[in-house]
């Protein structure tokens, strides 16, 4: 009885902590976004043609831009805490619906590289723990720093020019292919061609840490009591390695992988702006360019929660899993 109150306890203070910092964000960015330069009412009169005071105060008025900085806080944080994120005054139509819109596939490219990112940082690490110390341990060491320092924006242009322009191998941009009249399958095999550059370009970074750390794991494990016995039963170096080492290697790694996975969507952002695909990273990229404050601060809220909320997901699974952590936390 006691485990499950102390679990009930640290769940409790997880989510209390996490609703505090989701409050602290909202406030934060919403004086960062106020802060920077440009006038959001002078962007829309430039694009409709008319940049008179009075066209510019009516804007200012309709959105409550004239209104002082603490009241308009007060006011977004009232609408916030009903679920309203606002109303883009640029494109006229909520932020939730804009939102709502492209959320689907930037969790499409982000789930798609993080999968990605598992399966060739797991395989690549397996790899350069078996044959430690050897020519294949230094190639992948070295490739996973070389990726690591990369950055992804420049490793994204340098696919478009291999892969797409002179190889003519994978689209260039978007999402998929413009009026093509496709349905069914077919939709989904152009949706998937579009998926394949941004998503192996954004999992890059994450093969390399993930490879990194399954190499440690596993040749902090293989040196443990029962992997001796394993190997003195006469089990098989491959049934070792699958079943004993790697099995257990694979805690850290995945533990990493929950953490980091909220982040994903924030390193989309760049990812979405190089390859032209519709996902709040350009919609973030979008609201910048013409000063839409209330969506930019719709995204950032949006994408601040997903990672707050896989770290508190993360954290409550490991107290499911492991009472210590409850009692001790």
């Known amino acids: 009885m006691t485990g499950v109150l102390a679990r009930v306890a640290f769940v409790s203070r997880r989510l209390v902590k996490a609703i505090v910092v989701i409050f602290a964000i909202i406030v934060l960015n919403f004086f960062l976004v106020r802060m920077t330069p440009g006038d959001p009412a ?29 009241k308009q806080l007060a006011v977004y944080l009232g609408h916030v805490a009903q679920g309203d994120l606002g109303f883009s005054y640029r494109q006229r139509l909520p932020v939730t619906q804009l939102i709502a819109d492209r959320l689907p596939q930037t969790l499409l490219l982000t789930g798609t590289a993080m999968a990605i990112a598992l399966a060739l940082g797991i395989a690549f690490g397996t790899m350069a723990a078996m044959y430690a110390g050897r020519m294949a341990d230094t190639m992948i060491t070295v490739l996973a720093l070389l990726v690591f320092a990369t950055p992804s924006f420049w490793l994204g242009l340098m696919a478009i020019l291999l892969f797409s322009v002179k190889l003519d191998w994978l689209p260039l941009f978007g999402m998929a292919t413009v009026d093509s009249g496709l349905h ?25 840490i993930y490879a990194r750390l399954t190499r440690a794991a596993m040749l902090e494990v293989r040196e443990l009591d029962f992997v001796r016995t394993a190997r003195a039963k006469g089990l098989g170096e491959r049934r070792v390695v699958v079943r004993h080492i790697l099995r257990n290697a694979l805690l850290p790694v995945v533990s990493y992988a929950g953490l980091q996975a909220g982040y994903l969507v924030g390193g989309a952002v760049l990812i979405e702006t190089v390859f032209a695909w519709p996902g709040i990273g350009r919609l973030a990229y979008e609201a910048v360019v013409g000063r839409d404050y209330t969506v930019l601060l719709g995204v950032l809220i949006i994408t601040s929660i997903m990672v707050i909320a896989f770290n508190a997901l993360t954290d409550i699974v490991y107290v499911l899993v492991d009472p210590r952590i409850g009692s001790t936390g």
């Open 42 to 70: 002078l962007v829309i009169a430039g694009e409709a043609g008319a940049a008179d005071q009075k066209f510019m105060d009516d804007l200012r008025h309709e959105f409550g831009l004239d209104q002082p900085l603490w």
């Open 184 to 208: 069914g399958l077919a939709l989904a095999a152009d949706i998937g061609r579009h998926l394949i550059l941004p998503a192996v370009t954004l999992g890059l970074f994450f093969v390399a």
